[in-house]
């Protein structure tokens, strides 16, 4: 497959959709209870929801959403903490689009624009050190955000910066690792996961190695997906491949994309810039154990959080939202009290409703819902409507 027509094939898709069903029928334990897959990665869900791949599987295969969307997962503190050094008088504070919008305890970046700060979205951290070039007597803060994807680009930023000397560029840090959060969603009892699709993008940086503890330690099968259509149906047919014939391995779909061994290069990058932090805090998922990452103390005069002080302050998230349970899987997000009523991407209560790849944006723009159905499942894809659980 080639040209990306060929991974939107119908007559594919429904060839796959059928030998998932003939698979399915093989597994004992969907007799019993809906199998769980998590699709580690928020583009995935996006995926789903928009080319409506659960509405072409059998009742009994079942997507987790999991809690690979960066911006779903930041915490109301850090959103806090951006809004502070954004509210100084010398900080021009950057960041990509999609952060703009998730809510702190008190207000949004975009609200904090509009409030006088200077917020300017960017498409790359170079972006933000060429907008340190020509602002002098400015400070320049890029917020770091996102998984292994993102993370080498920052560092070689951060790289660049040193080199040319620059004094007015620092980095808040917000990257998060994705091996311990796939860890603390096993250890935790509330879930009964089946098996995984593992995340493309970071992968693509991290190789397919680092998850055979998924396999090895925890007995549940894993594969390394791609984004179109038919790179999710057949990683789903992957997945339950294994469960029929009894095996757990690490599979790699996205061959294509996602070498063995990862990337070198991105890997060193990484490497030489960050060290793990004792723990990160996640929003839903409490703190996790070496979840993110910090700047090394060979770059610290690139560290906003040493440049600046920020207040660092531990938000609890409003008692209507139940972001974590969506995120842990416990709850579909329309069975959220507030989803499509307090909480809608236009007024997002919860950080899930903010990005495309939030698993309740994707319900709310993609989804219908059939109340009562089998699992409460989507039934159709469709144009945005709003949906009153
Ligand atoms: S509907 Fe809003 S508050 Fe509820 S889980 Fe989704 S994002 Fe969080």
Redesign the pocket.
């Known amino acids: 497959m080639k040209y990306v027509d060929e991974f939107r094939d119908p007559e594919k898709a429904r060839t796959l959709a059928k030998e998932i069903r003939d698979l399915v029928g093989r597994i004992e334990r969907a007799r019993r209870r809906p199998l769980q897959i998590m699709e580690v990665c928020g583009g995935h869900t996006h995926s789903i929801f928009r080319y409506g791949i659960q509405q072409m599987l059998p009742d009994e295969v079942e997507f987790v959403h999991g809690p690979g969307c960066p911006v779903c997962v930041l915490p109301m503190g850090r959103v806090d903490d951006c809004v502070a050094l954004a509210e100084r008088p010398e900080v021009i504070f950057t960041t990509f689009g999609d952060a703009m919008r998730v809510p702190g305890s008190k207000k949004s970046l975009l609200q904090a624009k509009a409030d006088g700060a200077d917020v300017r979205m960017v498409y790359s951290p170079l972006d933000a050190l060429k907008l340190a070039r020509e602002n002098p007597g400015r400070e320049v803060v890029f917020f770091g955000l996102g998984f292994e994807t993102t993370m080498p680009s920052t560092a070689m930023t951060v790289l660049q910066a040193k080199a040319e000397g620059l004094r007015n560029f620092s980095l808040f840090c917000n990257h998060i690792t994705i091996i311990p959060t796939i860890k603390a969603i096993l250890d935790s009892p509330d879930m009964h996961l089946d098996g995984f699709l593992g995340p493309g993008h970071v992968s693509m940086v991290i190789g397919t190695r680092p998850y055979q503890f998924i396999a090895r330690h925890y007995g549940k099968p894993i594969t390394i997906a791609g984004f179109e259509p038919l790179d999710v149906l057949q990683a789903v047919w992957m997945v339950l491949r294994q469960i029929a014939e009894g095996r757990c391995e690490v599979e790699n779909q996205y061959g294509r994309v996602v070498p063995e061994e990862g990337n070198a290069q991105a890997l060193a990058a990484i490497h030489e810039v960050f060290e793990l932090r004792e723990f990160f805090e996640w929003r839903g998922l409490g703190s996790i154990d070496h979840s993110g990452v910090r700047i090394r103390d060979a770059y610290a005069e690139f560290d906003a959080e040493r440049k600046f002080s920020v207040p660092n302050v531990r938000i609890a998230d409003p008692k209507s ?3 974590g349970e ?1 995120l842990k899987g416990v709850i579909k ?1 329309h069975e ?1 009290k ?2 499509g009523t307090a ?1 809608t991407p236009e007024t ?6 903010v990005s495309s790849e939030g698993a ?1 944006a994707a319900y709310y723009s993609y989804g219908r819902i059939e109340l009562g159905s089998k699992h409460g499942r989507l039934q159709h894809g469709g144009p945005q409507r709003r949906i009153n659980p």
């Open positions: 939202c139940q972001c969506v997000p959220c507030v989803f909480c997002p209560l919860g950080a899930l409703m309740c």
